[in-house]
């Protein structure tokens, strides 16, 4: 049962227009939520996250949504530049007792930005 | 500022055998969760550890345990191998109770 879902696996974009990468999750005890960037051989490298008590956040050419309603959300990047080209993935997190966090991903989205 | 390192980068091994992954967490952290991560997939967690234990385990089996040490760093070990352990391994370290994981760049990890 994934909790965590992707379901584009890859999304082209021209550059300088606006990417949208989108994420759904099934778990309401998810309260905490990440994108990822992921080029071959690295690992993956943090890029932005929100609270489940935000509907918006903000950074730089990055912008995540929350639609908690509908257990939804997006990340915008606006403009999109050849370097974004990558897998990105989507991580969710919930506050547990204790101070462990685990993180459950979606499967990615592969995000190539044409020249 | 040193970021996540993993030891080996790339490992071959054969069915059976057991296998010990090694990761240093960046600098200032205290926290180290490991992940596997298939061809295709999301990374899956498989344990986090904080103060030399183990706090968290995610779904895997007791053939995966790790260790941590007082300066932070933390091992992963496999025991008697299966073909579907083939993976990249990865490491990420954070602050106790914070969601900001930061990732190494993985142990490819291959059993034939």
């Known amino acids: 049962d994934q909790q965590v879902k992707q379901n584009s696996p890859s999304l082209s974009v021209q550059e300088g227009r606006i990417s949208i990468l989108n994420c759904d999750y099934t778990?309401?005890?998810?309260?905490?939520f990440l994108w990822y960037k992921k080029y071959p051989a690295e690992g993956p490298t943090f890029l932005i996250s929100?609270?489940?008590?935000?509907d918006k956040n903000e950074d730089g050419r990055f912008t995540v949504f929350l639609n908690k309603s509908a257990k939804h959300l997006s990340l915008h990047i606006v403009p999109s530049q050849p370097g974004d080209s990558a897998v990105y993935f989507c991580?969710?997190?919930?506050?547990?007792?204790?101070?462990?966090?685990?993180?459950?991903f979606g499967s990615g989205t592969q995000l190539t930005v044409l020249p | 500022d040193a970021g996540v390192t993993q030891s080996p980068t790339h490992l071959i091994k054969t069915r059976g055998q057991q296998v010990t992954l090694r990761c240093s967490p960046k600098?200032?952290?205290?926290?180290v969760s490991w992940y596997q991560q298939a061809l295709g997939q999301g990374p899956q967690f498989i344990f986090q550890?904080?103060?030399?234990?183990?706090?968290q385990r995610g779904n895997f089996p007791d053939r995966f345990s790790g260790h941590q040490f007082p300066n932070y760093s933390s091992e992963l070990n496999v025991n008697a191998l299966l073909l579907g352990d083939s993976a990249l391994y990865l490491c990420?370290?954070?602050?106790?109770?914070?969601?900001?994981?930061?990732f190494g760049p993985g142990t490819r990890l291959t059993v034939t």
């Open positions: 778990n309401s005890m998810f309260d905490y």
């Open positions: 550890y904080y103060e030399e234990e183990e706090r």
């Open positions: 600098s200032g952290h205290d926290t």
């Open positions: 929100i609270s489940s008590i935000k």
């Open positions: 991580a969710a997190s919930a506050t547990t007792s204790g101070s462990a966090r685990q993180l459950t």
């Open positions: 990420a370290s954070s602050l106790r109770g914070l969601n900001e994981q930061y």
